[in-house]
């Protein structure tokens, strides 16, 4: 149709273009509330003080997925459902004997997060039983995974999850080989309850866009890993102990922020696109270390963090700049034995739970995500044949 003809639509009025989608709505949700000034997080309406207060991941999953906090009868069905699914096929395991031992564990992740449509291949999306059993799997097998990897590369077999464990603590186990200190564990669980959700941040946004397509949840947990990997992402988590390590010793703090401020560095596990106040999610984090620390020794490393706090709050606070979720996490879990490149893999085991609610969410409403572009290009070229180029 020719576009000057009368019956041609009108053409689109278009928004302007706003560079990483910053302030645009793309969606609509009911999970998850932030509000970046007064530094709220709430999920599902509950404050995430009062969920690493008085709830547990699974229950949190739950609560997110479904909408409501469970009943005791339906949060102890839940937990055996998650409980009776960890193991995964000695293929899968076997594939990841495979896999390069200094290859990074969230490669490792993603490839058999995305093998698991393999086996679980029957796609019936309007079917509320396959979308219980995906969620079950999912929440089930990736700590699993993640275990397995970490034994799989120090070249041992990987062990069984303890049916006799709860979430946190049975991870903590797949990982050491030893029953966790139950503060330890506690402590833990409560790390993956603020890491399990935060609205329409990247990795969900892909997890939405890949949703969209009425694809497999396997599929959609496998794009929203490898979007997570990413520095300026979850990966950020990692990078906070290297820069730490890097500056050494309270006495070179200032030196180092003033640096890489001049050499407009990112100062890793700070700035955040929604809050311009530190994170509610670090605070909780910091006294969780704390925690640690009082029961399991000092970090120095914990000192020299939060002397990069206070003169990064000067220097960079007028702008908006504080902590974020990332910069205590790597601390906390750097006390209770994990390996830094774990601590990433560790943030998608909890943000499984966010993904399959937003994943349920966007099936409920489903239209493909297709957004516009403008186009900057060229136009209207000859074609030159090759001799003549
Ligand atoms: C997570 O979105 C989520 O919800 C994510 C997350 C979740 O739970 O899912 O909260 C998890 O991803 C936490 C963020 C982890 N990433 C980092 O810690 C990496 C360092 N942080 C930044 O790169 C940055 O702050 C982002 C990626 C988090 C946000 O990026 P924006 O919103 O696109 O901001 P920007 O990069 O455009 O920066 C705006 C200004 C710039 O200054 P000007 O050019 O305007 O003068 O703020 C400055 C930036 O230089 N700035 C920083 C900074 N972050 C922003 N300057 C120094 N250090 C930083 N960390």
Not at 12 to 35: K, M
Not at 184 to 206: G, Q
Request: aromatic share 10%.
């Amino acid at each position: 149709m020719a576009v000057d003809s009368p019956l041609a639509p009108a053409p689109v009025e278009r928004p302007p273009f706003r560079p990483g989608l910053e302030g645009v709505p793309a969606t609509q949700s009911a999970i998850c509330d932030i509000d970046g000034l007064k530094g709220l997080l709430t999920y599902r309406g509950y404050t995430v003080d009062d969920l690493v207060a008085q709830s547990s991941f699974l229950e949190t999953a739950y609560l997110l997925i479904w909408g409501e906090l469970p009943t005791a009868a339906q949060l102890k069905e839940f937990e055996h459902e998650v409980q009776m699914h960890r193991r995964v096929s000695f293929r899968i395991r076997d594939m990841m004997k495979s896999f390069p031992s200094q290859g990074h564990p969230m490669d490792a992740l993603q490839a058999s997060a995305a093998s698991l449509g393999l086996f679980y291949s029957r796609r019936a999306l309007d079917n509320p039983e396959y979308i219980v059993s995906a969620v079950v799997r999912l929440l089930a097998k990736i700590p699993t995974m993640v275990a397995a990897f970490q034994l799989i590369r120090k070249g041992q077999d990987p062990i069984q999850p303890r049916d006799d464990l709860p979430y946190a603590a049975n991870f903590l186990y797949m990982l050491t080989e030893r029953e966790p200190d139950p503060l330890a564990a506690r402590i833990f669980d409560a790390c993956l309850i603020l890491h399990a959700e935060h609205s329409l941040n990247a990795s969900t946004f892909s997890a939405r866009v890949t949703a969209s397509t009425l694809t497999d949840p396997y599929a959609v947990v496998a794009s929203a890993v490898g979007t997570l990997a990413g520095p300026l992402h979850g990966g950020a988590n990692e990078d906070v102990l290297t820069m730490l390590e890097e500056i050494g010793s309270e006495d070179r703090v200032e030196a180092w922020l003033e640096r890489a401020i001049a050499e407009k560095q990112k100062i890793m596990g700070f700035g955040h696109r929604e809050y311009k106040v530190k994170d509610p999610r670090a605070v909780i984090l910091q006294k969780l270390a704390e925690q640690l620390f009082d029961q399991f020794g000092h970090d120095p490393l914990y000192d020299l963090a939060r002397k990069l706090e206070a003169v990064a709050a000067e220097r960079l606070g007028p702008k908006g700049i504080y902590p974020n979720v990332d910069f205590y996490s790597g601390l906390v879990y750097r006390k209770l034995g994990i390996p830094e490149d774990l601590f990433t893999p560790i943030f998608a085991i909890a943000r499984t739970a966010g993904w399959l609610a937003h994943w349920k969410e966007q099936l409920g409403a489903n239209r493909i995500y297709r957004p516009s572009q403008i186009y900057t290009g060229a136009a209207g070229r000859d074609w030159m044949p090759l001799q003549a180029r």
